[in-house]
């Protein structure tokens, strides 16, 4: 059974950084792309950041672009997201995805998800 | 970046009755694009990808059409466990710049 956890969330200042966790098992975590993707409070749901499964083709979002830093570890079966300069409006669930083609390029459609980690950035 | 659209926002619906909803890209995605349903409290379900294929598990009542700008799901036959909210994703670029669209609620009539 592919399971999804997410952690490392919590509330945390303006201007400061937090690191979340995805610990991947049930598939063979090293085939496949994995991705964020956040939903504030009461909205839909925003795409963050991606990495291919060998850690060779990265992409984010124009709002997390230079701030948030994605990457994997596949002998811990584990994917993180680095979150510094963090603001306001990152305050969402944070949920970790899987995508469901095994080594495409592309086919970035997510067939397993976490039930995310909540971010809240206040002072 | 591509601008993904949906409507109606929110569309209500007996029981029974068919459901179609609409996406739209702001430019061509081909057939790069999936279908989400979530519920309150609950993850993202994927039910379409590749515009029409429906994922493992999903009912046949579910179907997808459209390519390029222009895209709709269609409920041929809305059950109460159907009513919730609706997003599309395009995932036409690599590395990947995926976006969602905001999302359609579909609510009981």
């Known amino acids: 059974e592919v399971q999804l956890v997410e952690s490392g969330g919590g509330l945390v200042q303006p201007g400061r950084s937090l690191r979340l966790s995805c610990a991947a098992s049930g598939f063979t975590f090293d085939d496949y792309a994995m991705h964020w993707v956040r939903q504030a409070p009461g909205k839909g749901l925003e795409w963050v950041s991606g990495i291919s499964w060998n850690s060779g083709s990265i992409g984010y979002a124009d709002s997390v672009k230079g701030r948030f830093t994605i990457s994997r570890d596949n002998a811990k079966n584990s994917l993180y997201l680095q979150m510094n300069s963090l603001r306001a409006e990152d305050t969402a669930l944070y949920y970790c995805?899987?995508?469901?083609?095994?080594?495409?390029?592309?086919?970035?459609?997510?067939?397993?998800w976490g039930q995310g980690t909540l971010v809240t950035v206040s002072s | 970046e591509i601008v993904m659209t949906q409507s109606p926002a929110t569309l209500s619906v007996s029981p029974g009755e068919r459901a179609t909803l609409s996406c739209r890209a702001s430019q061509s995605v081909s057939s790069n694009l999936a279908w989400y349903q979530q519920k309150p409290g609950q993850a993202p379900r994927l039910l379409i990808y590749g515009a029409s294929t429906r994922a493992t598990g999903i009912p046949a009542r579910f179907s997808g059409s459209g390519s390029g700008t222009e895209f709709t799901l269609t409920i041929s036959s809305l059950q109460s466990e159907d009513f919730a909210v609706y997003y599309c994703?395009?995932?036409?670029?690599?590395?990947?710049?995926?976006?969602f669209g905001p999302g359609t609620k579909v609510d009981i009539k």
């Open positions: 995805a899987k995508v469901a083609a095994r080594r495409v390029k592309g086919e970035s459609y997510f067939d397993y």
């Open positions: 994703q395009q995932y036409n670029n690599w590395p990947p710049r995926i976006t």
